[in-house]
């Protein structure tokens, strides 16, 4: 059982380019999620869903978008991208519930040179 | 005021010591508390939930203070392996069951 699944886990781009970043959970889950985590600021959400073809913003969606077409797939896009937008970027998933766990995938390390 | 906040630590402690952190919430509405472990470089795992009632986990205990609006995690007999960051999640009310995450708290137990 695989989980969530993140690729790429690492990516180096150059500012102004553009890239998706792929979130594969395959529990059936609700709920999904996407973080950026930097050093002293904690895992700050991006953008969530709470089911397919949903999305909604968090607390920093400035410079993403999502799409969730699919139950089990939630994408984040850069569509232009910054050195701003360097980071470590964390998906997750949850089932119904306020107690659910949230699982997360390994994560993809991104810099923007 | 940050809607979840943690000592970010190094708390630096010897191996068998008992540790214990704090963390502080801001939306007294909210439902449900977390505390979850990373590891370096590594995603976040649930460690526990935190329940009213106070809740034990082998040599992990969580404790709930609504009133004042605090969540505490207690380490007893440290191991060299319980060094990581300690995150404090809530779940405040509102759509999307959103998870809000502390800055994390850095144990290092050292021999």
């Known amino acids: 059982n695989a989980g969530v699944t993140q690729t790429p886990k690492f990516r180096v781009l150059k500012t102004g380019q553009s890239m998706t970043l792929l979130c594969a959970q395959d529990?059936?889950?609700?709920?999904m999620y996407w973080y950026r985590q930097d050093p002293g600021m904690g895992l700050r959400l991006i953008h969530y869903?709470?089911?397919?073809?949903?999305?909604a913003k968090g607390e920093v969606p400035d410079g993403y978008n999502v799409s969730r077409l699919k139950k089990q797939n939630f994408l984040l896009g850069l569509e232009s991208a910054a050195p701003s937008q360097t980071s470590v970027y964390f998906c997750?998933?949850?089932?119904?519930?306020?107690?659910?766990?949230?699982?997360f995938g390994q994560g993809t390390r991104l810099t923007v040179v | 005021r940050k809607e979840v906040e943690q000592d970010p630590g190094p708390f630096n402690v010897p191996e068998g010591a008992t540790v214990a952190f704090n963390c502080t919430y801001s939306?007294?509405?909210?439902?449900?508390f977390f505390w979850y472990r990373q590891d370096c470089r590594k995603e976040p795992k649930l460690l526990m939930s935190?329940?009213?009632s106070g809740n034990e986990d082998g040599r992990f205990t969580a404790q709930l203070n609504r009133a004042s609006q605090y969540i505490s995690l207690l380490i007893r007999d440290s191991k060299l392996s319980d060094s990581a960051t300690y995150l404090c999640?809530?779940?405040?009310?509102?759509?999307?069951?959103?998870?809000?995450f502390g800055t994390g708290t850095q144990l290092k137990v050292e021999l």
């Open positions: 935190v329940y009213s």
């Open positions: 869903s709470v089911g397919e073809g949903t999305t």
């Open positions: 997750a998933s949850r089932g119904f519930g306020g107690e659910a766990e949230a699982f």
């Open positions: 939306n007294s509405a909210s439902q449900s």
């Open positions: 529990m059936n889950h609700e709920y």
């Open positions: 999640v809530v779940n405040p009310t509102g759509g999307g069951n959103k998870l809000t």
